[in-house]
């Protein structure tokens, strides 16, 4: 990787792709979600949580052997909204320190100057012709500040679920034909029974907290593991 911080004058004639693909990491079987997603997400895809080493982690369920995304075609997503950390493409945050205060910095946009993507003539203009932003800039700009600030928020949201007991484990079972079934192991999702359970001052708490309707989406996303298997037959059924 090459990260460099972009600026309109080193890179006023800069393009880069949005396509998508494997070769950019896009054939995964999960997405790295953050909360501020789930809205969107819930529309699409199965939402899980897991337990990482650096606390509970919220992804999107994309498909089910290894190294699959039914929801990738070629070189684009066929989903409706498509994960920002995967939306993301060659761009990243960097933090610039000066050398008067290194403790403090501000997070700036880089791009990977060794990403196929960059510098593809074919590619989206970064800035207009007199310097501004391109649209596809302030497009990324949202995106990168998505993430930047989820990965603040997101933590405290994860604790709130996880000390409200609103969290089961479970191992999920999916059946795409007689003869065909997948497991997806230690995971975690909301609990239909406990989320009912609530009432009182912590029904009202995680209410006001925003905590609530976040686990409803959540709980509400797992019905997509119906299009999700409806995907792999579809493919199944191309490939004889």
């Known amino acids: 990787m ?5 600026n309109n004058i080193d ?5 880069v792709s949005p396509k998508a693909g494997a070769e950019f990491g896009d054939a995964a079987n999960q997405a790295l979600v953050f909360p501020a997603e789930f809205e969107e997400l ?7 949580f897991r337990r990482r080493e650096t606390g509970l ?5 994309l498909g089910l052997d290894r190294d ?4 990738l075609s070629g070189d684009h997503w066929t989903s409706r909204y498509v994960p920002a950390s995967h939306r993301r493409g060659p761009f990243s945050i960097g933090i610039t320190r000066s050398s008067a205060d290194p403790e403090s910095g ?20 970064l800035f207009l012709e007199h310097g501004g932003n391109a649209p596809y800039l302030d497009h990324i700009s949202g995106v990168l500040r998505l993430l930047y600030q989820e990965m603040e928020n997101a933590p405290a949201f994860y604790a709130a679920l996880d000390e ?9 079972t999916i059946d795409v034909s007689e003869d065909r079934r997948y497991t997806v192991p230690d995971v975690l999702v909301v609990d239909v029974e406990r989320l009912a359970a609530l009432t009182g001052e912590p029904l009202e708490r995680l209410h006001r907290s925003g905590v609530l309707r976040l686990a409803i989406l959540a709980l509400a996303s797992l019905g997509n593991v119906q299009q999700l298997i409806a995907r792999k037959q579809k493919l199944l059924d191309t490939i004889g």
């Open 106 to 125: 501000e997070p700036m946009i880089h791009v990977d100057m060794d990403d196929p993507r960059v510098g593809d003539g074919e590619g989206l203009p």
């Open 42 to 48: 819930q529309r699409e895809f199965a939402i899980i």
């Open 2 to 6: 090459n990260p460099v911080q972009i």
């Open 57 to 61: 982690q919220a992804y999107a369920l």
């Open 164 to 172: 409200a007991g609103l969290l089961t484990p479970v191992t999920l």
């Open 11 to 15: 890179h006023a004639n800069l393009r």
């Open 68 to 71: 699959e995304n039914l929801f």
